[in-house]
C-alpha cells in the first residue's frame, strides 16, 4: 500500500507560480513511478507529468511543457510540482498518484496508476 497527500495548492493570478507537493508513504519510493494529473467539473482527468522513481525520466503533457517541472527527492519520499506561468486554464484538482508496473519510467496514463491522493485546488484567476 501506499499513500499520497497533495499539498500546495491554492489561489494564484495569472503569471504567478505555485508548487504542489506529493508526500508518499507505506513504500520505499525506489517501488514506484509518480505521475501528476488534473481535473475540472465534467471533464475527464487528464495527464500533466509524471517521473521515474530515480527522477530519471520525466514526461510532460504539451500544454504544460516549458512552464511546469516535476521533480522528486527521494530522502523525503516527496515529488514535486513546480508550475509556472500559470494561465487560468490551469484551473483545476490536481492529483498526484503512484504507479508501480514500471518505475523506470514516467507513465502517462491514468489506468496504469494504482494509488491516488485526495487532490489539491489550484485556481488561476485573470
Known amino acids: 500500500q501506499v499513500q499520497l497527500v497533495e499539498s500546495g495548492g491554492g489561489l494564484v493570478q495569472a503569471g504567478g507560480s505555485l508548487r504542489l507537493s506529493c508526500a508518499a508513504s507505506g513504500r520505499a519510493f525506489s517501488s514506484y513511478g509518480v505521475g501528476w494529473f488534473r481535473q475540472t467539473p465534467g471533464k475527464e482527468r487528464e495527464f500533466v507529468a509524471a517521473?521515474?522513481?530515480?527522477?530519471?525520466?520525466?514526461n510532460y503533457a504539451d500544454s504544460v511543457k516549458g512552464r511546469f517541472t516535476i521533480s522528486g527527492d527521494n530522502a523525503k519520499n516527496t515529488v514535486y510540482l513546480q508550475m509556472n506561468s500559470l494561465k487560468p486554464e490551469d484551473t483545476a484538482v490536481y492529483y498526484c498518484?503512484?504507479?508501480?508496473?514500471?518505475?523506470?519510467?514516467?507513465?502517462?496514463?491514468?489506468?496504469?496508476?494504482?494509488?491516488w491522493g485526495q487532490g489539491t485546488q489550484v485556481t488561476v484567476s485573470s
Open positions: 498518484a503512484a504507479q508501480m508496473r514500471d518505475p523506470r519510467v514516467g507513465v502517462r496514463s491514468l489506468f496504469e496508476y494504482d494509488y
Open positions: 517521473i521515474s522513481w530515480n527522477g530519471g525520466n520525466t
